[in-house]
Every structure is written in C-alpha cells, then in structure tokens.
T-cell receptor, first 115, second 114 residues
C-alpha cells in the first residue's frame, strides 16, 4: 500500500516563475492537507481539501497561492510569480474519509528553491 | 503567537535510557494531540496520539502523557535506541473530528548517544 506521494522532490524556480507541486494521497484517503516548513521552523498549515472542495484555506497567503484537488488526479499546490521567501519544504498529508482516525500521514515533501 | 511550544531545541540521551520530550500548548480548544518523528529530507512520520479525554496512551516503547490542567504533554521513549535520533514534533488539533489542519511546535532534535 503506497504512502503519500509528492512530486517533484526538488524544484528550482527563478523569481517570477510559477511552481506546481503535486500530491497523491494514500489509497482510500480523500482528505488532503498542505503544510509549509521554513528553515528551523515547525510545519505551518496552509490548506485542507477534499475532492473538488476547499474546506479550509485559512493558512494560505492571500495572493499568488492556490490549491485544488480535482475529482481525478493529484492535488496541486500552485504558486504564481514565486519570490525568494517562498523557498521552503512543502509537505502534503492525507487522512481517511469518515474514519475515527485523526492522524494525518505525510509525504516526503517538495523542496522549493527560488533563485 | 505560538500555540504549541517545544522549548527544548535539542536533547541528548544515552542509549538505553529514557528520553522525555516536552510540549506545552496555549489553546484550550485543542482536544487531540499527536507526536511525529522526522528524519532529514523526509516527511514526518506519525508516532502516537492522545485524545483530551485520556491522560496516558502507550504503544510499545512510546508513551504520551497529557496534563490538561497544565496544558502540557510529554513523550517518553524507553529504552532509547540509536534509530530514535531524529526531530520530534508535537502537534495539536482543535475541531474534535480530525478535519482540520494540525498546529505544530518547532520540534526537538533528539540525539541518542551510544
């Protein structure tokens, strides 16, 4: 049973370019969460999605960031016109639908470097 | 404003001894707490959790204790093994249904010395 998959693992973008980060949840999981980790910091919640719905985006920056989780395919975190401050590790997590499990299972992360 | 605090950035423990990692929280709405372990260049791995209706949960070498009145929880690892060397994150959830983002502390780097 494959875990949470994220790609790419490493992404380098120049300032002003777009970054697209992908996340495939664990099989049977329909809740997806995105987190960002800056150096020497803990993970910060960004957005929580279910299929075709954004449930909570309270942690997302108001501009340039968007997320989706389509009916088919992976969840996408999109960062437009990247700036150096966007350089971080971005983690995706998933949890099962309707289960009593509160635990979120994390992918290996995408390390974004903005040059 | 940090709602989950891990005040020890690092902790060094001798192999075979007990490791105790501490975590404090300020938000009384948190009702579920989790510990994650993280190796460099990998995602966090779930270790153990506890609901606010309990004060202790045990899983093998790992035990989590919750003191609600003090808003404090701790993770005990006994006996400590070299493979336990990693960064440990405390996290909390507040909706009561797991359907929200977790709030993480900054982590404690545990080093197990042979």
């Amino acid at each position: 049973n494959a875990g949470v998959m994220q790609n790419p693992r490493h992404l380098v973008r120049r300032r002003g370019q777009e970054a697209r980060l992908r996340c495939s949840p664990m099989k049977g999981h329909s809740h997806v969460y995105w987190y960002r980790q800056l150096p020497e910091e803990g993970l910060k919640f960004m957005v929580y999605l279910q299929k075709e719905n954004i449930i909570d985006e309270s942690g997302m920056p108001k501009e340039r960031f968007s997320a989706e989780f389509p009916k088919e395919g992976p969840s996408i975190l999109r960062i437009q016109q990247v700036v150096r401050g966007d350089s971080a590790a971005y983690f995706c997590a998933s949890s099962p639908l309707g289960g009593s499990s509160y635990e979120q299972y994390f992918g290996p992360g995408t390390r974004l470097t903005v040059t | 404003d940090q709602q989950v605090k891990q005040n020890s950035p690092s902790l060094s423990v001798q192999e075979g001894r007990i490791s105790i990692l501490n975590c404090d929280y300020t938000n009384s709405m948190f009702d579920y707490f989790l510990w994650y372990k993280k190796y460099p260049a990998e995602g966090p791995t779930f270790l153990i959790s506890i609901s606010s209706i309990k004060d202790k949960n045990e899983d093998g070498r790992f035990t989590v204790f919750l003191n609600k009145s003090a808003k404090h929880l701790s993770l005990h690892i006994v006996p400590s093994q070299p493979g336990d060397s990693a960064v440990y994150f405390c996290a909390a959830s507040g909706s009561g249904g797991g359907a929200d983002g977790l709030t993480f502390g900054k982590g404690t780097h545990l080093i197990i010395q042979p």
